[in-house]
């Protein structure tokens, strides 16, 4: 080999060869996983149907009981656990809730049985389809939904929306066409008493405890959210400002500025993230992005001074924040919807 040769000595081509290997081993197990998991729950949902159409055949309920309770002894005997009485009518619910095959046969793709047993606890059906089509959508798993549904999600996003019936319309788009809307993404208020502050907090203490828990404060941001970083620097007619925090968010293809207030919110607030998201459109924003939208989290909020500034819709909105101390009032607010 002549002298000065680039080739690679053995050990390095060695490496280089078993990392290519080895990921081509963990993409095969992955699309071997999700193939196992969709036929699994298709199976679930056709053995759900068939049954149903049985027990359904019957004349009295006691006739469903005891085939049901048959059929589980039956299976269990030819194919070991997994086919409890309880699992066989889970997958009856199953097939009476999404009797379609067309609608199954793409969820069965993006959620595990564990998340539709999840899912089947929920009893009103707008909220249940709710939280299929955000745990579709984002990929939750049963941890992360189990914590959706303990912090109200739901009903949090239905208070940001101001109605039902508008969720469900973006729910419906977001099934149909995958498209995240802002009345979707952002919601309010944001719970963040993980983050332990002090009843008494300045706007500095509350970004710091934001940074240091910023992997917490993006999961409860939702899905899909980047964090790009703090203290945006602004300059407008040669003075400076700053932006407290600065995201992207993908589905939206969009910056997102967020603004830190501690206190009430006030009419100047508006006017700032409207001059802070005009710059990021003029400066920052990319060709194939869409306009910025901005979120001024505060303490506290009035609803005349919301509607009249349009903060509940449109590219900027106020959202609450809430720390340990002020989670009971968000309790009695969504007792008081319930």
Same mark, same amino acid.
């Given at each position: 080999m002549p002298d000065g040769s680039t080739d690679p000595s053995p050990d390095v081509a060695s490496d280089a060869l078993f990392g290519d290997v080895t990921e081509l081993i963990e993409r095969a197990r992955a699309r071997a996983a999700s193939a196992v998991n969709t036929e699994l729950v298709m199976l679930y949902w056709s053995i759900g149907r068939r049954v149903r159409e049985d027990v359904l055949g019957g004349e009295r309920a006691e006739?469903?009981?005891?085939?049901?309770?048959?059929?589980?002894?039956? +299976? =269990?005997? @030819?194919?070991?656990?997994?086919?409890?009485?309880q699992n066989i009518e889970r997958m009856m619910r199953f097939a009476e809730w999404i009797p379609d095959i067309q609608k199954c046969s793409p969820l069965a793709g993006k959620l595990t049985w564990t998340n539709i047993g999840e899912l089947l606890t929920i009893s009103e059906q707008p909220k249940r389809d709710f939280y299929l089509a955000m745990c579709a959508h984002e990929g939750w798993t049963k941890r992360t939904l189990r914590s959706r549904v303990s912090s109200k999600l739901y009903e949090r996003t239905v208070a940001a929306r101001g109605s039902a019936?508008?969720?469900?319309? #973006?729910?419906?788009?977001?099934?149909?066409?995958?498209?995240?809307t802002p009345a979707i993404v952002f919601r309010d208020p944001y719970v963040l008493d993980f983050l332990d502050l002090p009843p008494e907090h300045s706007e500095s203490q509350l970004e710091r405890a934001i940074l240091d828990e910023v992997e917490r404060f993006m999961l409860e941001l939702g899905a899909g959210f980047t964090f790009v970083g703090r203290q945006k620097r602004v300059i407008v007619d040669g003075k400076d400002? &700053?932006? #407290?925090?600065?995201?992207? &968010?993908?589905?939206?293809? @969009?910056?997102?500025?967020?603004? +830190?207030? =501690?206190?009430?919110?006030?009419?100047? #607030?508006?006017?700032?993230? =409207?001059?802070?998201?005009?710059?990021? #459109?003029?400066?920052?924003? +990319?060709?194939?992005?869409?306009?910025?939208?901005?979120i001024i989290l505060c303490a506290r909020k009035g609803a005349q001074q919301v509607e009249l500034l349009g903060l509940d819709s449109g590219d900027v909105r106020a959202a609450q924040y809430l720390t340990h101390e002020a989670r009971e009032q968000l309790q009695r607010r969504l007792a008081a919807l319930e």
């Open positions: 006739y469903g009981s005891r085939t049901v309770q048959r059929l589980s002894e039956q +299976l =269990t005997q @030819c194919y070991g656990r997994g086919w409890s009485r019936e508008g969720v469900e319309a #973006d729910i419906e788009a977001l099934a149909k066409k995958g498209a995240m400002y &700053h932006l #407290d925090l600065l995201f992207y &968010h993908r589905g939206m293809r @969009c910056l997102v500025a967020i603004e +830190l207030k =501690t206190r009430d919110l006030e009419p100047g #607030d508006y006017g700032q993230m =409207t001059l802070y998201l005009r710059w990021l #459109d003029r400066y920052e924003r +990319l060709p194939q992005e869409e306009s910025p939208v901005g």
